[in-house]
């Protein structure tokens, strides 16, 4: 299958394309690929249009809008977060994605982003690490064992190397989970009774949890000199996992800082509250981890320039593995300025 020139015509890209897609090109190969893409994008931070992402909250979850554009292309994300949802057996996260070209407004791309985000939020995170985790670190904590774990585990042992996890979730039947999913993957996985104990000798912490409160993951006792925190499920307003000593402790790296301070760990911490970006580390222009004694956090929300990422590198698969639907999305009359025509003669070929 190849992508037809017609103007009604936008590739579609099913749960079930991309389940295939990322097989097809190898989980692994998936992961390190679209992690040099979000890297690339970082690289040129200043090209693109940037705003927090445009949330509407509830008493039960937030759904969100998250735009970006770099001037060639645009790209949105439509992302709902509602932790409630395992008790009625739904996902906690689904996202749909639209790419765009912006010299004539086209959608160029409709996809599912539910597994997709889950692969390009692993992604970032080890893309991250590599910049402000020790050298050689191997071992990593996982306090939360839900649906992004495998993901942040198998995207941590592709690009960074990591192969000792230490698994905790309040329930034992996550992790248990997760440990069956790894299995025969080149893990070395111990369960945990306690997120004091998992985090007990390890390089990498990382902290995946759902619920939309201000928790304590981890308390300030909990992380030792030199640690990497790799800080994933606050991403809202409210939400948090650290306790607030740990960042007074910390080299704080963030996204964009203007929606991190509403929605990242740093929403405990004052507006003026000095933090480092994480493409100027990446560019050169600051320094990431400068000792092996230094706590460094990457207090991940998640922006919408990795999920351009996301979409763009799906797109380049498109032409040669033929993992797309072709979607009837867009009016094209025959004449672009008689719309109202299009109607008159479906309504004859009907009669």
């Given at each position: ?167 905790y979730d309040i329930d034992l039947s ?55 925190i790799n800080a994933v499920g606050g ?117």
């Amino acid at each position: 299958m190849t992508i037809v020139p017609n103007l009604n015509i936008v590739p579609f890209v099913s749960v079930d394309h991309m389940m295939k897609l990322v097989l097809k090109i190898g989980i692994d190969t998936f992961l390190r690929e679209l992690a040099d893409v979000v890297e690339e994008d970082f690289l040129r931070w200043e090209s693109f249009d940037k705003t927090p992402r445009i949330a509407s909250h509830s008493t039960d979850g937030v759904i969100e809008l998250m735009p970006t554009s770099d001037g060639t292309l645009y790209g949105f994300k439509y992302v709902n977060g509602h932790p409630k949802n395992t008790r009625e057996g739904r996902q906690t996260v689904t996202a749909f994605g639209v790419l765009s070209d912006v010299g004539n407004g086209y959608p160029m791309l409709l996809t599912e982003m539910t597994i997709l985000t889950a692969l390009r939020t692993a992604a970032t995170s080890a893309v991250a690490a590599k910049h402000l985790a020790r050298k050689n670190a191997r071992t990593m904590a996982i306090i939360g064992n839900g649906a992004q774990s495998e993901f942040q585990a198998r995207a941590f042992k592709a690009i960074l190397g990591v192969d000792q996890l230490r698994l905790y979730d309040i329930d034992l039947s996550a992790s248990e989970k997760c440990r069956r999913n790894l299995a025969g993957q080149g893990f070395d996985i111990v369960i945990c009774q306690s997120a004091q104990d998992a985090v007990e000798g390890v390089d990498i912490i990382t902290t995946v949890t759902a619920d939309k409160q201000y928790a304590t993951i981890l308390s300030d006792n909990m992380v030792g000199p030199g640690v990497h925190i790799n800080a994933v499920g606050g991403d809202c307003p409210g939400k948090t996992e650290l306790h607030k000593d740990i960042l007074l402790r910390s080299d704080i790296f963030v996204e964009y800082p203007p929606q991190t301070r509403i929605e990242g760990e740093i929403q405990q911490l004052p507006e003026d509250y000095p933090v480092k970006e994480l493409w100027q580390v990446m560019t050169g222009a600051i320094e990431g981890r400068t000792s092996d004694r230094q706590i460094t956090l990457f207090d991940s929300v998640g922006f919408a320039t990795e999920d351009f990422s996301a979409l763009r590198y799906v797109r380049g698969k498109l032409h040669d593995t033929g993992l797309f639907a072709e979607l009837d999305l867009l009016a094209d009359p025959d004449d672009p300025r008689d719309l109202f025509g299009m109607l008159l003669r479906c309504e004859a070929s009907m009669a």
